[in-house]
């Protein structure tokens, strides 16, 4: 990617594949994602660090997001076979 921030509804399986390294570690710090396991070091209005349960959690989230957008673009795409 160019820099642009990434809609997490649409993670590549890679990213899914690396989703604690790259949230908890930064291994995409150069590319302006940073690593949350440090805390405030990247913020510092942010005084907890991440935990690999919060991780692991917001993963979960994501994952149901990911499915929900799916099922709708997939509604999508069937009204727009239907209608023509
Ligand atoms: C809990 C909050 C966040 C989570 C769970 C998260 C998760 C992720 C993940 C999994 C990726 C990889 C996506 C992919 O490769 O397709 C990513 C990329 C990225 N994130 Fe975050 N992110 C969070 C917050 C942030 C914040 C606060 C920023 C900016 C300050 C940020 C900036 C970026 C950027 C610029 C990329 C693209 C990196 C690249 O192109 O290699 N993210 N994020």
């Not at 440090?38 to 690999?52: A, F, I, R, S």
């Not at 499915?67 to 076979?81: C, F, I, V």
């Amino acid at each position: 990617m160019d820099g642009s921030i990434p809609d997490l509804r649409y993670m590549p399986q890679d990213a899914h594949d690396r989703f604690i390294p790259i949230v908890m570690a930064g291994i995409k710090r150069r590319n302006g994602m940073p690593g949350f396991a440090d805390g405030g070091e990247n913020y510092p209005l942010v005084n907890t660090k991440m935990t690999l349960e919060d991780a692991n959690a917001i993963h979960a989230y994501l994952i149901d997001m990911q499915w929900k957008a799916y099922e709708a673009d997939q509604k999508r795409l069937s009204g727009a076979t239907a209608a023509k």
